[in-house]
């Protein structure tokens, strides 16, 4: 009894020195992540066009509803570099948003509430696998192309530089005019850019410690002591809290439909960006997520925040790593950064007024930094694969802008699957050696065809937008064998295993490519037929394709079927 006692008083209080730990871990998180958001928020209200209020409001909201229904323990939801970029570039496209600063911010926040609803209703639709849509060498050079702009933007605060509004914003003509015109840089604030940069560079060493937000209080401090304003140094100016007020946005029925056309690419980016942040942490720990769980929260931080009069949000990579690296074991740390956070707008907001604009420029490129790194897109360039896809969607966004450029970039992602799907390889299968497999001749030098059978697999599911290819396809390489086989050919064998299931244009193309080779005296034979297309063919078409003689389990039981049609 006593040695019950002993082990359970052990076990208890290892448990509870565990949740202790779990609880430091989490404080110790949550006051890194704090450190990085309240600057990070600061600099993305510029990113957007917006007063910081609203980035306030989005990233208390984000941190809020994450912390209750979110997945990750390690995501951090608050704004993010892409979003605020591309809502800015979105909400100046239409025309309503250039009548004031009111109809843009009026226009921005439609937009995001546009892009929150659609992300519930995909949850809802079980679409969790949207992401898959926009591939990783898109998004990687789409990241990469947007650090880039985004840095270069920074060129005109960290230096002093006006910009003549003749010149234009994007990324290029900026750096032309930047570049020529070094001799009016204003060197008190590049001095103080430096500075800052050089402090933040030093204190990276140490991943405890919130380096941008050190920076700001040590940049603050400094202003105010060496009276930087004296020397022409701007401030980031008057500050004001998140009012948390509720508001619909009032738009137009036409300004409504071009707020909705824009929200797809804004609902791509942010569940690319998020759940490729969430999904690569979770890999890593040996976490599992539910993708649908991750959209419907996403979904109802944006709806939310955008109700609130609050910025677009996501779970950015810098944030959520940062707080994976800080030794955070649950939401908890969430909690924790927006306990901190809180504390820091009633009781320091008013001294953020005295932030010289060189250093927020400097917090900028800082957040940024990681996804100047070239080395992912090196990793797929030495892959030999989708080098188009990185060009493309570096050089778009770029030349056309952050909007244009992702929508681009979208684009070329589905291009791509198309393009694969529409034009499959289909293969010819031998038998190989005295076995019952059957693999691509052009692959296997013991394969071998068979005397008047033809088999013939695609590589891509059969659906309408290479069926018609295919069936084209069988026939001209049934034709072709005819005419060169010194025996008549009596079957065509079809392996289906990529297609688990067929939509209506494929089931009506299989049937034509089926009468035309009746017409031949030949035979169509299905392999590796799966249980959904079985059903179908059984129900559509019970005297063809639909017999039982006509679909097999495999190929080599449809082989072995073609025996008795061989001719005697």
Not at 74 to 89: G, L, M
Not at 277 to 296: F, I, T, W
Request: with cysteine; hydrophobic share 55%; net charge neutral.
């Amino acid at each position: 009894m006593m040695r019950y006692f002993l082990t359970k008083l052990m076990t208890t209080t290892h448990s509870l020195i565990n949740q202790n730990i779990r609880h430091m871990s989490d404080f110790a998180a949550g006051l890194c992540v704090a450190g990085l958001l309240l600057p990070e928020a600061v600099a993305y209200a510029g990113l957007a066009h917006l007063p910081v209020a609203h980035a306030l409001t989005a990233m208390l909201t984000g941190l809020a509803l994450y912390a209750l229904f979110g997945g990750s323990r390690f995501a951090i939801v608050a704004p993010t570099s892409a979003t605020a970029t591309f809502t800015a570039a979105a909400a100046v496209s239409i025309p309503m948003a250039s009548t004031s600063p009111q109809a843009f911010t009026t226009v921005l926040m439609a937009l995001v509430l546009m892009a929150g609803i659609v992300l519930i209703l995909l949850s809802v639709a079980k679409q969790g696998q949207l992401s898959a849509f926009v591939s990783r060498p898109v998004l990687r050079g789409f990241a990469f192309a947007l650090a880039i702009t985004i840095v270069i933007k920074q060129i005109p605060d960290a230096a002093g530089l006006e910009i003549p509004r003749s010149v234009g914003s994007d990324p290029i003509s900026v750096l032309l005019y930047a570049v020529p015109h070094i001799g009016s840089w204003h060197m008190p604030s590049l001095a103080v850019a430096l500075v800052a940069g050089a402090l933040v560079a030093l204190l990276k060493q140490w991943p405890r410690i919130p380096a941008l937000m050190v920076a700001m209080v040590v940049a603050i401090v400094a202003a105010q002591a060496l009276n930087l304003v004296n020397f022409g140094v701007h401030e980031v100016g008057t500050i004001e809290p998140p009012s948390f007020q509720f508001a619909w946005p009032e738009l137009s029925k036409n300004d409504w439909l071009s707020v909705a056309e824009l929200a797809f690419g804004l609902v791509v980016l942010i569940f690319a960006e998020s759940w490729g942040s969430v999904r690569a942490l979770a890999l890593a720990h040996g976490d599992k997520l539910d993708a649908n769980r991750e959209l419907m929260v996403l979904g109802a931080c944006n709806a939310t925040s955008a109700l609130m009069q609050g910025m677009a949000v996501g779970a950015g990579f810098s944030a959520s790593s940062a707080n994976a690296g800080a030794g955070s074991q649950s939401r908890w740390s969430g909690v924790v950064a927006l306990v901190m956070v809180a504390l820091a707008l009633v009781f320091a907001l008013p001294a953020l007024h005295l932030l010289p604009r060189p250093v927020l420029a400097v917090a900028v490129i800082a957040a940024l930094w990681h996804s100047l790194s070239p080395a992912p897109l090196i990793a797929v360039w030495a892959m030999r694969r989708d080098r188009l896809l990185i060009v493309g969607a570096v050089l778009a966004v770029l030349f056309f802008g952050v909007l244009h450029g992702m929508l681009a970039a979208i684009a070329l992602s589905i291009f791509e699957a198309l393009r694969r799907f529409s034009q499959p390889a289909l293969y010819e299968l031998g038998q190989l050696g005295d076995t019952r497999n059957y693999v691509a001749l052009e692959r296997q030098a013991h394969a071998k065809a068979l005397p008047g059978v033809l088999i013939l697999r695609p590589e891509e599911p059969l659906f309408f937008a290479n069926a018609e290819r295919i069936t084209a396809d069988v026939l001209t390489l049934a034709t072709a064998r005819q005419a060169t086989a010194s025996v008549a050919l009596h079957s065509i064998i079809l392996s289906l295993e990529e297609s688990s299931d067929l939509d209506s244009t494929a089931v009506e193309c299989l049937r034509e490519l089926d009468g035309a080779l009746v017409r031949a005296n030949q035979t169509l034979l299905l392999a590796r037929v799966k249980d959904p297309v079985r059903e179908l063919l059984s129900q559509c078409d019970p005297q063809g394709l639909g017999a039982v003689t006509k679909m097999f389990f495999s190929v080599d039981d449809a082989v072995t079927s073609t025996d008795e049609r061989a001719p005697k």
